[in-house]
T-cell receptor
Framework: GAVVSQHPSWVICKSGTSVKIECRSL??????MFWYRQFPKQSLMLMAT?????????EQGVEKDKFLINHASLTLSTLTVTSAHPEDSSFYIC?????????????FGSGTRLTVV | AQSVAQPEDQVNVAEGNPLTVKCTYS??????LFWYVQYPNRGLQFLLK??????LVKGSYGFEAEFNKSQTSFHLKKPSALVSDSALYFC??????????????FGAGTQVVVTP
């Protein structure tokens, strides 16, 4: 089945620094990937849609200059949290969309726990 | 506007008993519906999806879901719950509008607690 690898699983960084999170589709090509943010015991909030070779589309209220998304290849999308602050601490999850058997499927990475101190 | 609702924050069930997690939706046209499960500090694992065809969809780990168009529901079921089924369950609908096309919209999630 489709596998999406997300790294790192957890990261602790100092306030003001930047953190990069990688999302790779291991056995399929993903022209479209999604980035979500999840607060404890809450649902997933879509932050942006990442399309290979083009600029990401951000959801309303998401700061594109703070959350930089790059989708340079068909198997890799990255999310960089720039100048991180404690309020950016959260669980970030990526998802890749694939097309198999005539339908779309969505495979999720294992998530990244970001703690900004 | 489309939406998906999970009316229960938490479902408690004894091991061996049937498990049902409720989901209702509101979309224009034919919905694409999904169920995912999330264990603590993990991503989402796919359980099953409804695109078209049989209203009863069988998925992973013994789960199934019934698509009911008249009631706009897509409840997740398992005949005999296991303690290891304790997790957070999400229902999702694929976006069908211009702005939401191709994106998944999630319900609030239902915490399932299975007691031994």
């Amino acid at each position: 089945g489709a596998v999406v690898s997300q790294h790192p699983s957890w990261v602790i960084c100092k306030s003001g620094t930047s953190v990069k999170i990688e999302c790779r589709s291991l056995d399929f090509q993903a022209t479209t990937m999604f980035w979500y943010r999840q607060f404890p015991k809450q649902s997933l909030m879509l932050m942006a849609t990442s399309n290979e070779g083009s600029k990401a589309t951000y959801e309303q209220g998401v700061e594109k200059d703070k959350f930089l998304i790059n989708h340079a290849s068909l198997t890799l999308s990255t999310l960089t949290v720039t100048s991180a602050h404690p309020e950016d601490s959260s669980f970030y999850i990526c998802s890749a969309r694939d097309y198999r058997g005539g339908t779309y499927g969505y495979t999720f990475g294992s998530g990244t726990r970001l703690t900004v101190v | 506007a489309q939406s998906v609702a999970q009316p229960e924050d938490q479902v408690n069930v004894a091991e061996g008993n049937p498990l049902t997690v409720k989901c209702t939706y509101s979309v224009s046209g034919n919905p694409y519906l999904f169920w995912y499960v999330q264990y603590p500090n993990r991503g989402l694992q796919f359980l099953l999806k409804y695109i078209t065809g049989d209203n009863l969809v069988k998925g992973s780990y013994g789960f199934e879901a019934e698509f009911n168009k008249s009631q706009t529901s897509f409840h997740l079921k398992k005949p005999s719950a296991l303690v290891s089924d304790s997790a957070l369950y999400f229902c999702a609908v694929r976006g069908m509008t211009t702005d939401s096309w191709g994106k998944l919209q999630f319900g609030a999630g239902t915490q399932v607690v299975v007691t031994p």
